[in-house]
T-cell receptor
Framework: SQQGEEDPQALSIQEGENATMNCSYKTSINNLQWYRQNSGRGLVHLILIRSNEREKHSGRLRVTLDTSKKSSSLLITASRAADTASYFCATGPNQGGKLIFGQGTELSVKP | SQTIHQWPATLVQPVGSPLSLECTVEGTSNPNLYWYRQAAGRGLQLLFYSVGIGQISSEVPQNLSASRPQDRQFILSSKKLLLSDSGFYLC??????????????FGSGTRLTVV
């Protein structure tokens, strides 16, 4: 079964606005990761937050983690058209180093 | 440098035909390797993973099989394709970040259409 579930499924914003995507998961985790996928391409790792961390920044990305609510959010500030992609959260690692991915949020940033 | 190669990029195969997708990694040894499938507009479903040569774990019952004949080679196969095997197939390997955390590096994917 899927571990991470993203919300919303799709998000459309104007360039310059902030984009917030949420992820909920079901079981305990060691870390939670966010990936980006451009249409028809492989996923690219964006950022990892450990279970003992509450917030992490990387450039225009900010990730928060609330283990009591089993949820995480990814904030992209000052969005650009080039940020248009699908964003996935993943939890793990599980046995064999497996990551379990959510269904993703499709972000569209209009110029 | 560490890289992952996946081919072909696209493939159109008739129902009942065999399948072989190959994934190779460079610049690392004894990697954990993974095959995922992504249906259109959906998340990733883990199909197989391997922690070493000849070691394959299957996550879901299906029409596919996987093999790892060499340390840095991971192959996804089918003897007879079904229409439901269509999808976007992604190979990934687990990379070690600093502080002991692991994440994935993905290949560029294979778009398989079974007709």
């Amino acid at each position: 079964s899927q571990q991470g579930e993203e919300d919303p499924q799709a998000l459309s914003i104007q360039e310059g606005e902030n984009a917030t995507m949420n992820c909920s998961y079901k079981t305990s985790i060691n870390n939670l990761q966010w990936y980006r996928q451009n249409s028809g391409r492989g996923l690219v790792h964006l950022i990892l937050i450990r279970s003992n961390e509450r917030e992490k920044h990387s450039g225009r990305l900010r990730v928060t983690l609330d283990t009591s609510k089993k949820s995480s959010s990814l904030l992209i500030t000052a969005s650009r058209a080039a940020d248009t992609a699908s964003y996935f959260c993943a939890t793990g690692p599980n046995q064999g180093g497996k990551l379990i991915f959510g269904q993703g949020t499709e972000l569209s940033v209009k110029p | 440098s560490q890289t992952i190669h996946q081919w072909p990029a696209t493939l159109v195969q008739p129902v009942g035909s065999p399948l072989s997708l190959e994934c190779t990694v460079e610049g690392t040894s004894n990697p954990n390797l993974y095959w995922y499938r992504q249906a259109a507009g959906r998340g990733l479903q883990l199909l197989f993973y391997s922690v070493g040569i000849g070691q394959i774990s299957s996550e879901v019952p299906q029409n596919l099989s996987a093999s790892r004949p060499q340390d840095r080679q991971f192959i996804l196969s089918s003897k007879k394709l079904l229409l439901s095997d269509s999808g976007f197939y992604l190979c990934a390997w687990s990379v070690l970040y600093r502080q002991g955390d692991h994440g994935y590096t993905f290949g560029s994917g294979t778009r398989l259409t079974v007709v």
